[in-house]
């Protein structure tokens, strides 16, 4: 476990590191680089992600051959759902200084259905994985893997600006 505690903040470090750039980036062009600060943000995540997990997840090869496959398809599922969020996002980016209050009061509410979707998603391969490895393996992966998604979740949101309030 001190593997991941340190992995994980080498990476938070490094977030926070390049976060003050990317929300000055965000402030100053309104919304420009959002499209390219999401991109690196993701790539660089999913890379990460996968060997911080190959790190703190202790697997035989047995179980890393079935695990991997998986894994892969949990990744795959978790990536459509954050596809939806980040479109929400560039909306918000690209909207955020003539949203009227219809538009924010449905993108809250569609957040909340991504949010949703996105416990589901874990939910639905809670029993894919513990098919594969034991139920303490699993339980760890998907601590590991909820505590990535976190960071990602924080960094995500250091970079949308708060709405703007009436006057």
């Known amino acids: 476990m001190k593997k991941f505690i340190v992995s994980f903040f080498v990476l938070a ?41 190959a790190l703190n997840l202790p697997l035989t090869e047995t179980e890393a051959t079935k695990f991997w496959p998986i894994y892969d398809e949990y990744a795959a599922a978790m ?8 479109a929400l996002i560039k909306e918000y980016a690209q909207k955020q200084k003539t949203i009227t209050d219809a538009e924010a009061t449905a993108m809250i509410a569609k957040w909340a259905d991504l949010q949703v979707k996105l416990t589901q ?34 960094q995500i949101s250091m970079q949308v600006p708060l709405m703007i309030q009436d006057k």
Request: hydrophobic share 45%; net charge positive; glycine share 2%.
């Open 79 to 86: 990536t459509k759902n954050y596809d939806e969020f980040y």
């Open 121 to 154: 998603t874990r939910k639905n391969f809670i029993p894919n994985v513990q098919r594969v490895i034991s139920g303490r393996k699993a339980a760890l992966f998907f601590q590991i893997d909820r505590r990535l998604y976190a960071l990602m979740d924080l």
């Open 13 to 53: 470090v490094a977030f926070v590191a390049t976060n003050s750039t990317a929300v000055a980036q965000t402030e100053t062009s309104a919304g420009v680089n959002v499209d390219t600060d999401m991109a690196l943000l993701r790539r660089d995540l999913r890379a990460d992600k996968k060997k911080l997990i």
